[in-house]
């Protein structure tokens, strides 16, 4: 990328410090007047930072809650939302992936609200309430960008709902290389593809504009030029636009949210545990390809453009070159090998979440579905 660029993009932005270093989160805390903190936090992640991110709270009343699962699910935030509430913080902090963050996200929201949660995780009610405190989000991973997302991924007995408010995103947000450079290679590898499907998926969206597809596009253009050094090589100038391109597909997909290989990623998740950035790795290819066939020239465009920021002309060389990428980030390209068979193609379909579908550029039908459905496991055979 340009120097201009460079410049233009990594600033102190609404209390949003992205390669910054830490040092910010002290005066964060002070600017919130905070006495009392409940920090929701990855137990992993925090025991990896914990002489780096320690030292800013022990000034602090703080309550820890990390007693909670991958992906995030309705009794871990129910548990997590008692003792925010028996604790009652003045300020709110989230530290790790994007369980993590959406797990910080749906607590700090849905403590302070009269209607019933799974109501409006369900999408029954709309009849939201702010937030009683602020909440200040510091991923470890470069791949979510929930930091930047208005919505939070939440499980009831394994099916995905996607809870939505402008109430829930955070305030307040560090995202920084001191915070993801120790991610194992698998980790690195499975957040670097979440952010690549979803600025994909943005892109092509049936909301996007103007503002989504900038972000879109220069997230796909610094993941594709730093990726490989940053998981492979650990070089800090190529972790730090990965943390960039990152928080750029979360302010990407906040505007437009995610499309199909979102959609059928979810049972792999909950069904068969392959970790989200692994599944949507497996689904964007065949969407990709089934979308091109049955889409209009406006459509076509935009996947050209795709194949254009990776360097090939065709569909089946940018599934080889998919491929590829995801070997070299030690991403398993066998999905049989997670025990899933062709008679879960079923499962998977059941499972879509209809909101993200809406949300794809063209129209697919259930038949269309299982053609991508059966394309990835062709694909990924």
Same mark, same amino acid.
């Given at each position: 990328m340009g120097q201009k660029f460079q410049r233009k993009i990594i600033v102190? &932005?609404? *209390?949003?410090? /992205?390669?910054?270093? !830490?040092?910010?989160?002290?005066?964060?805390?002070?600017?919130?007047?905070?006495?009392?903190?409940?920090?929701?936090?990855?137990?992993?992640?925090? *025991? %990896?930072?914990?002489?780096? /991110?320690?030292?800013?709270?022990?000034? @602090? +009343?703080?309550?820890?809650? +990390?007693?909670? &699962?991958?992906?995030?699910?309705?009794? $871990?935030?129910?548990? #997590?939302?008692?003792? @925010?509430? $028996?604790?009652?913080?003045?300020?709110?902090?989230?530290?790790?992936?994007?369980?993590?963050?959406?797990? #910080?996200?749906?607590?700090?929201?849905?403590?302070?609200?009269?209607?019933?949660? &799974?109501? !409006?995780?369900?999408?029954?009610?709309?009849?939201? !309430?702010?937030?009683?405190? %602020?909440? /200040?989000?510091?991923?470890?991973?470069?791949g979510t960008g929930a930091? &930047?997302?208005?919505?939070?991924?939440?499980?009831?007995?394994?099916?995905? @709902?996607?809870?939505?408010?402008?109430?829930?995103?955070?305030?307040? /947000?560090?995202?920084?290389?001191?915070?993801?450079? $120790?991610?194992?290679?698998?980790?690195?590898?499975?957040?670097?593809? $979440?952010a690549l499907t979803q600025s994909i998926e943005s892109y092509w969206a049936r909301g996007s504009d103007s503002k989504s597809s900038f972000y879109a596009i220069e997230s796909i253009k610094l993941i594709m030029d730093n990726m490989i050094d940053a998981v492979n090589n650990k070089k800090t100038s190529n972790i730090k636009k990965m943390v960039l391109a990152s928080n750029f597909s979360g302010k990407a997909i906040n505007i437009t949210k995610t499309t199909v290989a979102h959609a059928l990623s979810y049972s792999l998740t909950s069904y068969f545990k392959i970790p989200h950035g692994h599944s949507v790795a497996f689904f964007l290819p065949p969407s990709l390809k089934i979308t091109f066939e049955i889409a209009d020239q406006k459509v076509k465009s935009k996947i050209n453009n795709i194949l254009n920021l990776f360097g090939v002309y065709t569909i089946d060389d940018f599934i080889k070159k998919w491929k590829e990428l995801m070997k070299t980030c030690d991403l398993n390209t066998n999905i049989f090998s997670y025990g899933l068979t062709s008679n879960d193609k079923e499962l998977i379909i059941s499972k879509v979440n209809p909101e993200r579908m809406n949300n794809h550029p063209v129209e697919l039908s259930r038949q269309n579905l299982k053609q991508i459905v059966s394309e990835m496991f062709y694909i990924f055979s």
């Open positions: 102190f &932005e609404n *209390h949003k410090f /992205i390669n910054q270093g !830490l040092k910010p989160l002290e005066q964060l805390i002070k600017n919130f007047n905070s006495k009392k903190i409940f920090i929701i936090n990855s137990k992993q992640a925090y *025991h %990896s930072l914990h002489s780096k /991110i320690s030292p800013f709270f022990k000034p @602090y +009343d703080c309550q820890f809650f +990390d007693k909670f &699962e991958d992906n995030p699910n309705i009794e $871990d935030i129910k548990r #997590g939302i008692k003792l @925010y509430n $028996d604790f009652s913080p003045d300020l709110c902090v989230a530290i790790g992936g994007g369980s993590a963050l959406d797990m #910080g996200k749906s607590i700090n929201f849905l403590a302070n609200q009269s209607e019933s949660i &799974e109501n !409006l995780i369900m999408g029954k009610s709309k009849n939201f !309430l702010e937030p009683k405190v %602020s909440l /200040i989000a510091l991923p470890t991973t470069a930091e &930047e997302t208005s919505f939070s991924v939440i499980y009831i007995e394994k099916t995905k @709902y996607s809870l939505s408010s402008k109430f829930i995103k955070p305030n307040s /947000i560090i995202a920084d290389i001191s915070l993801v450079y $120790d991610m194992p290679k698998y980790l690195a590898g499975c957040s670097s593809f $979440d």
